[in-house]
């Protein structure tokens, strides 16, 4: 029988957990993506004016998410002609297990003069390799063919990059492109702290910023940086599409090497298949 596909349901009870939303640290918890993807599904339905475009959105990830309902609750904090701010709570059991923050600005015209911006733009994989919904493609500098379905084999020592289309966040309601940015945004943490013996590192937050909605279906996420110390990381990464690069992607972690994912272990047989 085929899994939903989707991270939540919506329920009478709150956002009910579905399979896809499961942890790769542990099968208990909820995943990263589809928490930021939640958070900032609720806060662009409840918050984002029209002529308003979401721009930047923040995530702390403090406690984890078990696989139970939960519920999310929003503030606006700032109402301007310019920019609004609003906040997000993902509760659970009557705590706060994370928390987001999102400004939503309004679009005008472009100030004359030239910039400097990044020369060298990531580039998607063709198209005829493009798989399901929810099928990642994987990549890295090392591998010879640059892109493929297969998670393991990339699992080396230099930049990687993901594509992918992304399933919806609930159930049954077409993902924003925002909500869709958030969820694959989310990847520049496994993009930027994986490495040759798996990842040792747990993102603690994420900020994703971006200067346009996504086109089309597919988002790739490319590495640009890991800086680590004494068990501290931090990454960043850049969002594209086929249009080009639409995005900026921050995220600090934690070492977690006792729960090191390794992804040749037998465990993750069924995602590297999938």
Same mark, same amino acid.
């Given at each position: 029988?085929?899994?939903?596909?989707?991270?939540?349901?919506?329920?009478?009870?709150?956002?009910?957990?579905?399979?896809?939303?499961?942890?790769?640290?542990?099968?208990?918890?909820?995943?990263?993506?589809?928490?930021?993807?939640?958070?900032?599904?609720?806060?662009?339905?409840?918050?984002?004016?029209?002529?308003?475009?979401?721009?930047?959105?923040?995530?702390?990830?403090?406690?984890?998410?078990?696989?139970?309902?939960?519920?999310?609750?929003?503030?606006?904090?700032? @109402?301007?002609? %310019?920019?609004?701010?609003?906040?997000?709570?993902? !509760?659970? $059991?009557?705590?706060?297990? &994370?928390? #987001?923050? +999102?400004?939503?600005?309004?679009?005008?015209?472009?100030?004359?003069?030239?910039?400097?911006?990044?020369?060298?733009?990531?580039?998607?994989?063709?198209?005829?390799?493009?798989?399901?919904?929810?099928?990642?493609?994987?990549?890295?500098?090392?591998?010879?063919?640059?892109?493929?379905?297969?998670?393991?084999?990339?699992?080396?020592? @230099?930049?990687? %990059?993901?594509?992918?289309?992304?399933?919806?966040? !609930?159930? $049954?309601?077409?993902?924003? &492109?925002? #909500?869709? +940015?958030?969820?694959?945004?989310?990847?520049?943490?496994?993009?930027?702290?994986?490495?040759?013996?798996?990842?040792?590192?747990?993102?603690?937050?994420?900020?994703?910023?971006?200067?346009?909605?996504?086109?089309?279906?597919?988002?790739?996420?490319?590495?640009?940086?890991?800086?680590?110390?004494?068990?501290?990381?931090?990454?960043?990464?850049?969002?594209?599409?086929?249009?080009?690069?639409?995005?900026?992607?921050?995220?600090?972690?934690?070492?977690?090497?006792?729960?090191?994912?390794?992804?040749?272990?037998?465990?993750?047989?069924?995602?590297?298949?999938?």
């Amino acid at each position: 029988m085929a899994l939903p596909l989707a991270f939540f349901e919506e329920t009478e009870f709150g956002f009910v957990p579905l399979p896809l939303a499961a942890g790769a640290w542990s099968p208990d918890t909820v995943n990263g993506p589809s928490i930021c993807g939640l958070l900032a599904r609720s806060l662009e339905i409840e918050h984002c004016a029209p002529g308003f475009t979401p721009a930047r959105l923040t995530v702390d990830l403090f406690r984890p998410t078990l696989r139970r309902p939960v519920t999310v609750r929003t503030t606006l904090v700032r @109402s301007g002609n %310019r920019i609004r701010v609003a906040d997000a709570e993902l !509760v659970q $059991d009557a705590t706060t297990v &994370a928390r #987001a923050s +999102a400004v939503f600005l309004r679009r005008s015209e472009q100030p004359p003069g030239e910039l400097w911006t990044r020369g060298d733009e990531p580039a998607p994989p063709p198209s005829e390799l493009l798989g399901d919904v929810g099928r990642p493609l994987w990549g890295s500098d090392e591998h010879p063919a640059g892109w493929t379905h297969e998670l393991v084999e990339h699992q080396n020592g @230099s930049r990687k %990059r993901c594509w992918q289309t992304p399933v919806p966040v !609930v159930l $049954d309601r077409p993902a924003s &492109a925002f #909500a869709a +940015a958030a969820t694959i945004g989310e990847s520049a943490s496994l993009m930027t702290n994986w490495g040759s013996a798996g990842v040792g590192f747990i993102n603690a937050d994420l900020t994703i910023a971006l200067t346009r909605a996504v086109e089309g279906t597919a988002i790739g996420v490319e590495a640009d940086s890991h800086l680590s110390l004494d068990g501290i990381a931090v990454g960043s990464a850049t969002l594209f599409d086929r249009a080009g690069s639409f995005g900026t992607c921050v995220v600090t972690a934690l070492a977690n090497a006792e729960r090191q994912v390794d992804f040749a272990e037998d465990r993750f047989a069924e995602m590297r298949m999938s």
